[in-house]
Structure formats: C-alpha cells, structure tokens
C-alpha cells in the first residue's frame, strides 16, 4: 500500500470513529458533517472526499456489527432444532450487544437512525430472522412477544449508561442468563 493510501485510509478510520462519537453525542441529526470534520481538523472536502453523505457515513460506522450479526444469523439458522438455533442466538447477540454498545444505542433509540435504517429494504428482514430463531412457533404471539423481549432486553441493558461500569464478561453471562430464562430454556451444561 502506498503512502498516500495509508495517508486516506487513516483519515477515513479517524472520520468514522468521530463520527461514531458525535452520533452517541449529539444524535445522527444532530451531527453534521462540518462537525465532524472541525472535530478532526480537516476540511469538509476532506470529509466529502471520502463520503458524500451522512447516511454514507452512518452505513460504514454499523457495516461491520450488521456483518457480524447477519453471520450470526446464518450460522444459528444452520443448526437443527429450535434449542440449538436459539441458544446460538442468544449467546452470539449477547456477545455482539456488548461488543458494540454503542452501535446498539445507536441503532435502537436514535430516531434518525431508525428512520435511514427502516428505509433499506434488508433492515425488516434483519430485524425479524433473529425472531424465527427464538420463537418456538412464529405464528404464536406470546412466542413472538417472548423472542422480541430477549433481542429488546438484551440489546437495550447491554447499552444502558447506568451499566458502563460492568466489565462485558459479566455482561455478556447475565445477558445470556436472563435471555433463556425470558425464553425458558434450560441451560445445557
């Protein structure tokens, strides 16, 4: 890689980790791309340069947690048996939950960000897959509303601000913990 490569794909990480700061700040409407740029002492040029638009920005801040959680997907949907697909469902959305706490606020309670999310046509379906792992019968509202309650509860206590202190290990457990215990699955040691 070239030095003016490596010059472009720094200004580009450092843009992103700034924007993902301002967005947790200031909201995804709230955070223009001229704050981002004053933020890391560049032009908006520079900021164009490399993205067009905020919502250019916003896909390649979450792009890698929505590939981690599409992999996720497939892999508990290749597993046999309801127990099996939700166990894999649970302990790798609460391993992903904790790793990016900040992208789930983000994508769970900023309105701006549910609005552009809600307008790509894979977003509903990546929303409701995880679902059919956790319902033992989709067709069942009581299941339904248990499966929406595991990936609500584990995705909204994983970024609460009264939980920074928690160390992810022990968030990661109790997560797992509390969502077979909403699902009333046994454990298997």
């Known amino acids: 890689m070239a030095k003016d490569d490596d010059v472009r794909e720094s200004t580009r990480e450092r843009l992103l980790k700034c924007a993902r700061q301002l967005f947790a700040m200031h909201s995804f409407a709230g955070t223009s791309l001229q704050m981002i740029a004053d933020r890391i002492g560049v032009t908006k040029a520079a900021v164009y340069h490399h993205f067009k638009t905020r919502d250019e920005i916003l896909d390649a801040v979450i792009k890698?947690?929505?590939?981690?959680?599409?992999?996720?997907?497939?892999?508990a949907e290749k597993l046999r048996g309801h127990h099996a697909r939700a166990e894999a469902m649970i302990t790798g959305f609460a391993g992903l939950a904790v790793k990016h706490r900040d992208l789930i606020t983000l994508m769970s309670a900023d309105p701006g960000v549910i609005s552009v999310l809600g307008q790509r046509e894979d977003f509903g379906e990546l929303l409701y897959r995880p679902l059919l792992l956790l319902a033992r019968d989709s067709e069942d509202p009581v299941e339904r509303i248990r499966a929406n309650a595991v990936m609500a509860c584990l995705a909204t206590t994983a970024a609460s601000i009264l939980l920074d202190d928690v160390d992810g290990e022990t968030m990661r457990t109790t997560l797992i913990d509390v969502g077979h215990r909403i699902l009333g699955l046994r454990r298997r040691r």
Do not use: K, N
């Open 64 to 75: 890698p947690a929505i590939g981690e959680l599409i992999t996720l997907i497939d892999e």
